[in-house]
């Protein structure tokens, strides 16, 4: 008789790693600035070889006890790590790692936040998800249809809400200067962030929105870039993709620009930058 694969509660999934995902993002934090970077071979940009120390061991704070509570889920990790081979090779449903987000700019260079994330897939499409902000010391949980969560350090989680706290707007490192340009003349502020510090960019204290464009070829953002898309539409914001519509749940959908945004009028400031910079 086969046995039936009991499906992860998400609810279950955040309570089981919000407590790793504070220490993975404290080793990080902690090791900032005591690590160098060494490359990853075949890959093809410097941004995507970067690794450290700090990956390594920040991921493995995340999967140790992912395995023990959920061993039976597939694994989408970004380093080869000694516990990714403890994992299914195959099954419904899929756990997603980025350990630090942002290795290269944000983390060794520091031109802005990084990020911990990791996400719960099933059924194709993110049912919680999990990104913390090291150096903001901020801590942002959801699980779809339930809402949000943040939490600073030493304090409890509380119902997060997209607000406009500021005028800072996060963006891609790569973002075309007509958009940054557009962003300025309306009286923002523009901050170069990790994709997942952009995700929940009217979650963080002086933000207000954030916007990624993927201007390589192919389908757009990665999956690993979209775990903090749930968190941002659960907290009320407004989660948009390049053509306007909301950004699509099918963490394989192709999308090549994430807006973010607290409220109408942020929404379309980002939607001006990027015609500004004629995209889509």
Not at 43 to 64: F, R
Not at 163 to 188: N, Q
Not at 229 to 245: C, K, Q, Y
Request: hydrophobic residues 45%.
């Amino acid at each position: 008789m086969q046995r039936v694969r009991k499906r992860t509660d998400p609810e279950a999934f955040v309570c089981a790693l919000a407590p790793a995902l504070r220490q993975s993002a404290s080793i990080a934090r902690a090791l900032e600035g005591r690590v160098a970077n060494r490359p990853k071979r075949g890959e093809a940009t410097p941004i995507k070889a970067a690794l450290t120390i700090a990956d390594t061991a920040s991921q493995e704070a995340l999967l140790v006890p992912l395995f023990e509570h959920f061993p039976s889920v597939r694994l989408a990790a970004e380093e080869d790590t000694p516990s990714t081979a403890c994992f299914a090779h195959s099954g419904p449903e899929l756990v997603v790692i980025d350990p630090i987000d942002g290795t290269l700019r944000f983390y060794l260079e520091g031109r802005g936040p990084y990020a911990v994330m990791i996400g719960l897939v099933r059924d194709g499409a993110y049912d919680a998800a999990l990104v913390a902000l090291p150096r903001e010391e901020l801590y942002l949980d959801a699980v779809r249809g339930q809402g949000a969560r943040i939490a600073q350090r030493g304090s409890p989680p509380r119902v997060a809400r997209a607000a406009a706290t500021g005028k800072c707007v996060y963006v891609s490192h790569d973002l075309p200067e007509a958009a940054h340009e557009s962003l300025l003349r309306r009286g923002f502020e523009v901050v170069m962030a990790c994709g997942g510090a952009i995700a929940v960019a009217p979650l963080v204290p002086g933000a207000c929105a954030g916007l990624r464009v993927a201007l390589e070829p192919g389908p757009g953002l990665s999956i690993r870039g979209r775990i903090g898309a749930l968190i941002a539409a659960e907290s009320g914001a407004l989660v948009r993709g390049e053509d306007g519509a909301s950004f699509p749940h099918d963490i394989e959908a192709p999308a090549r620009a994430l807006l973010v945004a607290a409220g109408p009028a942020e929404l379309a400031a980002l939607e001006a930058a990027l015609s500004a910079a004629g995209l889509p």
